[in-house]
């Protein structure tokens, strides 16, 4: 008997007045069958998993949108004072208050979309074991619904840039770039850890240490210029790191454009959102049984 949570070949056609069909649900038959064009067929259920999860965010919440600004702000502050004033680590030319901001913006929006891709099967098993739709929906609306936290963010920075005189260049295009590449990075981690939370349910105990490990690992509290020239291509597999590094310079036209570092965490990307792509896509037709 096929598992519900297999995907259909295409979605149903539209049928005549008093036509019938019958659909059949199966399995992708090669690990490499992820069926994109049936997500595009959901993608009004794809818009309610968003708004959905927005709406639950702020739902009987005291000050609202507030907390989106509250956690970088405050971040910024305790970056600003311990490692600008005290540890007087370099900035780039820029003004501290800036230079943490404008990295915890994307920081910010990657690590509660890691979380929340990561926990997202899990969270909706009930909806996973009684109707069928495909999977991928579920960590990309939980990817997406992040972009709201971001865009609020976004604004604020922009009020301290102007606060401190840094008016947008042209560097400001890759802007949109840089965001869908930090989208892509927590959409294909997300979906490699969101399969495995099915699987292992210890995996979500992990995620706080790894969204720690991580930020130290990228230039948030530093400027990646501290890295050696020669192993800045290795600290670019990081994918956050050409991601925060890029973010610093289109926002402020400040420094040289991460090239090298750029493309190294693109191609790191690019390795990690196929892989999630296939190996969710497998534990797909098995997932609504573990679960």
Same mark, same amino acid.
């Given at each position: 008997m096929a598992s519900l949570t297999a995907s259909t070949p295409s979605a149903p056609l539209p049928l005549h007045s008093g036509a019938s069909a019958t659909i059949r649900i199966e399995p992708p038959r090669s690990l490499f069958e992820v069926r994109l064009r049936e997500v595009w067929a959901y993608r009004e259920l794809l818009y309610f998993f968003v708004w959905r999860d927005v709406k639950v965010r702020y739902k009987q919440t005291a000050i609202g949108v507030l907390w989106v600004i509250l956690q970088p702000v405050l971040n910024m502050l305790v970056f600003t004072l311990f490692f600008g004033r005290l540890a007087k680590l370099p900035?780039?030319?820029l003004p501290y208050p800036v230079f943490y901001f404008a990295a915890l913006i994307p920081w910010t929006y990657f690590s509660y979309s890691l979380q929340s &891709? &990561?926990?997202v099967v899990v969270e909706n098993q009930r909806l996973i074991t009684k109707v069928y739709f495909p999977r991928?929906?579920?960590p990309v609306s939980a990817a997406l619904s992040g972009l709201v936290d971001f865009a609020i963010g976004f604004v604020v920075l922009s009020i *301290?840039? *102007?606060?401190y005189g840094i008016l947008p260049t042209l560097a400001a295009f890759w802007l949109p770039v840089l965001l869908l590449l930090a989208l892509f990075t927590a959409l294909g981690v997300g979906l490699w850890l969101s399969a495995l939370n099915a699987l292992y349910r210890d995996v979500r105990y992990v995620i706080p240490f790894l969204v720690q490990f991580w930020m130290f690992a990228s230039p948030v509290a530093y400027p990646s210029s501290l890295v050696p020239a020669r192993w800045r291509?290795?600290?670019?597999?990081n994918p956050m790191a050409g991601v925060?590094?890029? *973010?610093r310079w289109a926002i402020t036209g400040r420094g040289h454009a991460p090239g090298l570092l750029l493309l190294a965490s693109a191609s790191a990307v690019a390795l990690v959102l196929l892989g999630g792509l296939f190996y969710f896509n497998r534990m797909e037709s098995s997932v609504a049984d573990r679960v």
């Open positions: 900035s780039d030319g &891709t &990561t926990n991928l929906i579920l *301290f840039c *102007f606060a291509w290795l600290y670019g597999l925060i590094d890029g *973010f």
